[in-house]
């Protein structure tokens, strides 16, 4: 208990939230750093994906060397990088940008490659171009799943990019860090408490835009589908089944006598 009372005393002290070491600045950084992760792994993963699901060919083998990278451990990666002369924001930029394409990489392909070839078929027939039927056919189709892999891509470089206290980068790991270095361990508890409250938070607000930016046609397709699979399927009748099997026996005690 006297670590948590710690914590809540650490929290309530304004002077812990204002200044350059301040927990609204590191707050900031921390998201800028998110941020800048996030889309430099969209700008590599997004395309290949894409491409990858539209020509249904490949996606495999892309989606299987993606998800390689989830065998690097990001703090591995944060030392290699550390060990080149790369530090800070830059570090931990590209540490979180590797961690980030797996979700994002798999989740365009998958989208893209269920979408319902009949749909495809159709859209070809009213003479649309690969391009067109690809942008304002399958995309919008495959939306709601790329950005489930955005969100949940976001949500994990957030709860990584503390580490980058750790190769001189500053975001709200400095805090837990620098309680570490301290024994101040209600600092500890604090600075992963902020960390924790800002990945719920972050992904609160991304499954609501996700639901806003989903078009309404496709979102209630989703839910009829879902409606569909949750529909009990009744029971087949005990009854007519009874009196099938019963019917040849019946007709033979009312045959004609011998």
Known sequence: M????DALAWLNDPLNW????????????????????????AAVSLPVGVAL??????ATLGVVVANTTRALPTLALLTLLAATGLFGATATVLACAVFAVPPLLT?????????DRDVVDAARGLGMSGRRRLWAVEVPLAGPLIAAGARTAAVQVLATVPLAALVGGRSLGTVIVTGFGTQRYGQVLAGGLLVAALCLLTEGVLALAQRLLTPRGVREAGSSRRSRRSRPTPAKAAVPQAAAVAAPASRGSNGPAA
């Open 2 to 5: 006297d670590v948590l009372t």
């Open 18 to 41: 204002s200044g350059t070491n301040g927990v609204v600045a590191l707050t900031l950084e921390h998201l800028r750093v998110t941020a800048l992760a996030v889309l430099l792994a």
């Open 53 to 58: 699901g539209h020509a249904r060919r490949g």
């Open 107 to 115: 989740n365009t392909v998958t989208g893209l490659g269920g979408v």
